[in-house]
């Protein structure tokens, strides 16, 4: 069981950053891929990035590449996201996910893969 606990969100200006985090509690949050997924007012929840359990491996969605950052500290039960440049249409809440390592990697950016999820924290950007 791995619970997952979402911080740093809030209300930031158009071109602004803002790192979100995500703590878990559990001894084997190693085991576990994590990720990020978002979702707005009236839309589905979408994909934003993943970070493999070792850290080799990342990937982002198309509409954050250049901008959005994923990290995690195993050592601290942390996974990151560093936002930045961000845009009106970033506004939405943000929930981190926990994905068994034993999952295939081809299929992270699948919401049904994810095993575990935080409740999620409310991002705001102003124009």
């Known amino acids: 069981q791995v619970q997952l606990v979402e911080s740093g969100g809030g209300l930031v200006q158009a071109g602004g950053p803002l790192r979100l985090s995500c703590a878990a509690a559990g001894p084997t949050f190693s085991s576990y891929n994590m990720g990020w997924f978002r979702q707005a007012p009236g839309q589905e929840r979408e994909f934003v990035a993943a970070v493999i359990w070792n850290s080799d491996l990342r990937d982002y969605a198309d509409s954050v590449k250049d901008r959005f950052s994923i990290s995690r500290d195993n050592a601290k039960n942390t996974v990151y996201l560093q936002m930045s440049k961000m845009k009106p249409e970033d506004t939405a809440v943000y929930y981190c996910?926990?994905?068994?390592?034993?999952?295939?990697?081809?299929?992270?950016?699948?919401?049904?893969?994810?095993?575990?999820w935080g409740q999620g924290t409310q991002v705001t950007v102003s124009s």
């Open positions: 996910a926990a994905m068994s390592a034993r999952s295939v990697w081809l299929r992270r950016r699948q919401l049904a893969e994810y095993d575990y």
